[in-house]
């Protein structure tokens, strides 16, 4: 026991020590903290039961703040819902823009936006992120730094609250949360989180590993042929380690939102995130 204590606390240190060094190579200035605000804010993930949440409950999540993710601009929801806020963390949304189609749509789409909306991005990305608005004043673009933070409690709460990082952002989720936050919201509900990655995995004959992850849209085969892509060379281990960091990771978000007074609400029906409250029924008992 006093030895696992020992090499704990050798870790933590070694964790700490690299998450600053990481943040003095690769954090810069993020955008400012918003004030505080009083209502709650919805982050919708593009998991399957979003589309069961806007089908049942649309009504609702357009009296909240709201905040989207990844492709859902490309939904004819995206321009129903009105997100105040969205998230792009994946450099692919930036790398792609010339070979991707789906990426090309989905700049047109936040391009052409009528309401006032801010984007969120990696800070590296600002100025692309900018130029591909063509200029559409409604949208206003901040950055985050995507800097992966581990070590002890109170050093990586402060880099936090400094936005200098964040935990480790596996999944988009992750920053959408960390956004949330960073805009003033102290209660935040999660939907569409499904997370479901597991009940999809499979190695197929050829030993390759096939991750199918479902959406409340359907994808299209450009998208398909980019995903399957992407896992080519990925061995199952690299991809349910992969799984752990994201799911390590909400543990970590809800260990910092118990210390700064920070509610997350799971209203994801089936979820696989087990480190926030679950309420499934928010969303009616809301109504």
Not at 127 to 137: D, S
Not at 277 to 286: E, G, K, L, N, T
Request: with cysteine; aromatic share 10%.
């Amino acid at each position: 026991m006093k030895l696992e204590k020992i090499q704990g606390f050798l870790g933590r240190c070694g964790a700490s020590a690299a998450s600053l060094l990481k943040v003095a190579l690769l954090s810069r200035r993020p955008s400012p903290s918003g004030r505080r605000k009083d209502g709650a804010i919805v982050i919708m993930g593009n998991g399957p039961s979003l589309r069961q949440t806007i089908d049942g409950r649309g009504d609702w999540l357009r009296s909240h703040d709201l905040l989207a993710v990844n492709f859902a601009a490309n939904t004819p929801d995206f321009f129903s819902l009105r997100p105040r806020y969205y998230v792009l963390a994946d450099g692919h949304f930036f790398s792609g823009v010339s070979t991707d189609p789906n990426v090309g749509r989905l700049w047109e789409a936040i391009s052409s936006v009528g309401w006032e909306m801010t984007l969120w991005v990696d800070r590296k990305y600002r100025a692309l992120a900018e130029k591909l608005l063509k200029g559409n004043g409604m949208v206003t673009v901040k950055v985050f730094n995507l800097t992966p933070l581990e070590g002890w409690d109170w050093l990586v709460g402060r880099l936090v609250d400094l936005g200098m990082g964040m935990p480790r952002p596996r999944n988009v989720m992750i920053p959408a949360i960390m956004v949330a936050i960073r805009e003033g919201y102290r209660k935040i509900y999660l939907c569409g989180a499904d997370h479901s990655w597991t009940k999809t995995l499979s190695v197929d004959d050829e030993n390759f590993v096939v991750s199918v992850q479902p959406h409340f849209y359907k994808d299209n085969s450009e998208e398909h042929k980019r995903v399957r892509s992407a896992y080519a060379g990925l061995r199952l281990h690299d991809v349910l380690g992969s799984m752990t960091v994201a799911f390590r990771s909400y543990w970590e978000i809800a260990k910092y939102c118990k210390s700064r007074g920070v509610e997350i609400i799971n209203s994801t029906p089936g979820s696989m995130i087990d480190a926030f409250p679950r309420d499934p029924v928010a969303v009616s008992q809301a109504l």
